[in-house]
C-alpha cells in the first residue's frame, strides 16, 4: 500500500523540479528610476485631460438644467391648457345656470301659469270637498323599524 501512495505523489518523483522563471528574473533586474520633475509635456497631458473631465462635468451640468427647465415649462404649458378648460367649463356652467333661471321664472310666473291651464282646458272646480282620514294605526318601535304586531292592536282597537 506504500508504493501506491508515493506513486502519486509528486515530490518523490527526481525529475520533478519547477523550472526557474526567465520573466521573475529579468524583472528583477530592470528597475524604473523617476529622475527630476514631470516634463512639460506630462504636465501638459494632464493639464488637458482635467481641462476635458472639467468640461465634461459642465456639459452633464448644463444638460440636467435643460433637462429640467423642459420638464418645468412642460409642467406649466399643462396646468395652463387645464385652466382654461377648466374656465371654459366654468363660463358654459354660468351660462346654463343663467339660462335655466330666465325658464324657471317664466315657468312659474302667474300668467304663464294661467295660459297653460286655458291651454290644458282646466278649470277651477265647481264645489270643494274635505276627506277626512282616520288615525294612523302604523306603530314604530325605539329602533325606527315597523312594528308588525303593534300595529295590528292599534288596528283592532281602531275598528272595535
Known sequence: M????????LDTFPLYEPAPREDAQRRADVRAVRTGSESASDSTA????????????????????????IALTNAAVATLIESDTL???????????????????????PTSLKSAVKRLGMSAPAEVGTIVLDPDVVVLDEEGSLSLSASLKNAVQAQG
Open 2 to 9: 506504500a508504493t501506491t501512495t508515493s506513486a502519486y505523489r
Open 87 to 109: 374656465s371654459a367649463q366654468i363660463e358654459e356652467a354660468r351660462a346654463s345656470g343663467v339660462s335655466l333661471e330666465m325658464e324657471q321664472s317664466v315657468l312659474t310666473s
Open 46 to 69: 494632464q493639464l488637458l485631460v482635467t481641462a476635458a473631465k472639467l468640461a465634461a462635468f459642465v456639459l452633464v451640468v448644463v444638460a440636467v438644467l435643460s433637462f429640467a427647465r
